[in-house]
């Protein structure tokens, strides 16, 4: 990989790496990754972005990033020139009368997004792999790229008007507060999402969101539905079952891959979750 000069714009970074780190600040931002997982260090958060998700960085975030994997993992990341969301946010949440009287007006402001890892949702996916080979066919049309960048700053856009609905919804008298918790019961989050296979307790996912464990943990439930412990196994199973699809590994090498330290345990709440045991659920699929 190479690393990107700010002063030397180009909106995608497309390439290659089994082994990788670079540290830096950079534009808004969109991160994804497939066949394998890079891992970012930003603010107080670590961050793994793995296949399916995308990380999101804002304007001259400070960033570390690793990728170390037996085999190469492709990125492709999207960089926006600076103000380009917020005037697309602009365009989207004005009223009508208001973009038609002031149709040049620029607020030349930022968008403070959550620093978090997001769902790829379809519509952000399908402009993603038409952005994907278009740079792999080497095709540069600056209008059919404006249109791109556009489509993804509106899903943004939503995505952040989303987050914003959840941080009204926290338990919380000022709104300064529950933003501020909801940005760290979302550093925990992902803190758990990155070392779920690792073992793991409630107080140190605590502590990597600076809350009190039981602060923590009751308002972690609030906001997710489902406590710590409940998240890490969930995300263990899940994990499980795709390396039972995917690959050869043993039903024990399985097991510790991702995190258990039982057999026994591992197999009971296999079933439960997936209504076969490990073995079984293998051979069905």
């Not at 030397?8 to 991160?31: F, N, Q, R, V």
């Not at 997004?113 to 993603?128: A, Q």
């Not at 994907?132 to 856009?157: K, N, P």
């Not at 399985?254 to 296999?270: D, K």
Request: proline fraction near 4%; glycine fraction near 6%.
């Amino acid at each position: 990989m190479s690393n990107r000069n700010k002063n030397d714009y180009s909106p995608i970074l497309h390439e290659k790496s089994a082994e990788y780190y670079w540290k830096g600040t950079g534009a808004l931002s969109i991160k994804t990754f497939s066949g394998g997982r890079a891992m970012y260090q930003a603010g107080h958060g670590h961050f793994a972005v793995e296949e399916g998700r995308y990380l999101l960085l804002n304007q001259g975030q400070e960033y570390s990033i690793s990728i170390e994997a037996d085999r190469p993992v492709e990125s492709f990341c999207v960089f926006f020139p600076e103000g380009f969301v917020p005037e697309v946010g602009r365009s989207l949440t004005m009223p009508v009368n208001t973009l038609l009287d002031e149709p040049f007006r620029s607020d030349n402001g930022q968008i403070d997004f959550v620093m978090r890892t997001y769902e790829i949702l379809p519509e952000l996916s399908c402009v993603l792999q038409q952005m994907r080979l278009d740079s792999m066919q080497q095709l540069h049309d600056e209008a059919r790229l404006e249109e791109q960048l556009y489509v993804l700053a509106s899903v943004l856009i939503g995505e952040h008007l989303q987050v914003r609905r959840q941080i009204a919804e926290l338990s919380s008298i000022k709104a300064s507060t529950r933003q501020e918790l909801y940005r760290r019961l979302y550093t925990g989050y992902e803190y758990i999402l990155a070392y779920y296979k690792q073992p793991i307790s409630v107080s140190e996912v605590a502590e990597a969101a600076c809350l009190s464990t039981n602060h923590f943990l009751r308002s972690f439930k609030q906001l997710f539905g489902a406590t710590p412990y409940q998240i890490i196994k969930e995300k263990r199973l899940r994990e499980a079952e795709r390396l039972l699809r995917h690959t050869d590994l043993q039903v024990t090498e399985i097991c510790f891959e991702v995190g258990f330290h039982s057999q026994g345990s591992f197999s009971a709440s296999f079933a439960r979750r997936f209504g076969d045991s490990p073995s079984a659920y293998r051979h069905e699929k």
